[in-house]
């Protein structure tokens, strides 16, 4: 199975026994472009893979829901280190005073063609994309007396089907073509600072560029859905939407007793708690299933989930802590970059066994005490849909949140 989305991964052993890891391919995530001349006909439209969240997004996220402070790991755009308590990234920038972006959708060149003049080389900056980019080859700005490119504002779509658009079109005013060949999302941080947290080469399919000439349009979107077999839910893309705005339109996002609620997560990194207490069993990783038999009830995944089926309570199932994993590097192979948490689960009947059917991450929302699904995954045992957890023995489960960089081969 290839996946070049982000991606669940669930790890779970009985302690003392064999592990078993399930990798699911969480969220559709393509970026379109589409490139219209001064009439406004398309005259070419192409959908790419998304392949390239850079390390900084996982930095991010990793201290956002865990608390887990990375200092010296998220780089900015001026290649200095960010705030250690980064936890949310704006990119709906509005069009730029003076045509120079600070955030929101960049595009650049990495392949110098002719027509192209005055460009600006990042140090440190090669063609290929790799985890510790943070900013583009080159990126197009007013950089002459006639301007090159007309940023327009970089605005963001959610909706309750659980799409998650993000778009900006360019008007390129020079009187000779510019050559676009990679695209960068750079976010502002709460601590107004600019991060790069994606990266992207394409091309016309012929070139190593698309080419737009005077007074074209190349308008460039992210979309990002999740499915029916997603391990994360609606939620997950809600709680970006509200993260890329900036906190200025907040989701309505489903918690787990059903009710809709326009939750800001973004206004303080305490607002959101993955880190559950030990015996908490309202957030952190969480388990359901049943006790004493198998189940006879429907366990299966769906983007719109918003609970576990039957979710296990402390009655049969000590819940431990909830502990971050990776605090000292993300990165987890070189193919993509990850944060994770992890937690042990004790059956504590001296007669029944526990039968555990699916896993799920839920957030805490501080102020509320709200509680909300951002990813579910099922759990399966040897030729059965479950695992067998018997009296006395240790379930201990990780889930981490993927982020690969360009297309990678996964298996189990």
Do not use: C
């Not at 865990?66 to 990119?91: F, M, P, W």
């Not at 391990?231 to 993260?243: A, C, H, R, T």
């Amino acid at each position: 199975m290839k996946s070049h989305a982000p991606i669940s991964i669930l790890e779970y052993e009985i302690v003392g026994e064999n592990k078993k890891r399930i990798i699911s391919p969480s969220i559709k995530a393509e970026i379109e472009l589409k490139l219209s001349n001064p009439k406004g006909k398309v005259v070419f439209n192409k959908k790419i893979p998304f392949r390239s969240f850079v390390s900084n997004f996982a930095y991010m996220l990793n201290y956002a829901f865990t608390g887990t402070s990375l200092s010296n790991k998220i780089k900015t755009t001026a290649n200095t280190n960010a705030t250690a308590t980064t936890h949310t990234a704006d990119v709906k920038e509005g069009i730029p005073v003076g045509n120079v972006p600070y955030y929101g959708i960049w595009i650049g060149n990495v392949t110098n063609n002719s027509g192209i003049s005055g460009l600006d080389q990042n140090a440190n900056m090669g063609s290929d994309i790799a985890f510790a980019d943070y900013n583009l080859n080159t990126l197009f700005t007013d950089i002459v007396v006639v301007t090159d490119v007309v940023y327009q504002a970089t605005t963001i779509t959610f909706n309750s089907n659980g799409y998650l658009n993000i778009n900006r079109a360019y008007i390129n005013s020079r009187t000779t073509s510019v050559y676009v060949s990679e695209i960068g999302l750079v976010g502002k941080t709460n601590n107004n600072e600019y991060i790069l947290l994606a990266r992207d080469r394409f091309t016309d399919g012929i070139n190593s560029y698309v080419e737009v000439p005077a007074d074209y349009v190349l308008d460039i979107s992210y979309k990002f859905s999740v499915s029916a077999v997603s391990g994360f839910v609606k939620n997950f893309l809600g709680y970006l939407s509200s993260e890329f705005n900036g906190g200025d339109s907040i989701a309505s996002l489903q918690d787990q007793a059903g009710g809709y609620y326009t939750v800001d997560f973004t206004a303080a990194r305490t607002q959101k708690d993955l880190m559950a207490a030990a015996s908490e069993n309202n957030y952190g990783l969480l388990l359901g299933g049943s006790v004493g038999t198998s189940s006879s009830g429907s366990f299966s995944l769906s983007a719109n989930s918003f609970k576990l089926t039957n979710k296990l309570t402390n009655t049969y199932l000590i819940h431990g802590t909830t502990i971050a994993l990776n605090t000292s590097d993300l990165t987890f192979t070189s193919n993509y970059s990850m944060f994770g948490v992890k937690r042990d689960f004790t059956n504590v009947s001296d007669t029944d066994a526990v039968y555990v059917y699916e896993a799920g991450l839920f957030v805490k929302h501080t102020t509320t005490a709200k509680y909300y699904m951002m990813s579910r995954l099922l759990t399966t045992g040897s030729g059965v849909p479950y695992l067998i957890l018997q009296p006395g023995k240790i379930l201990r489960i990780k889930y981490y949140l993927a982020f690969p960089l360009d297309e990678i081969q996964v298996v189990n």
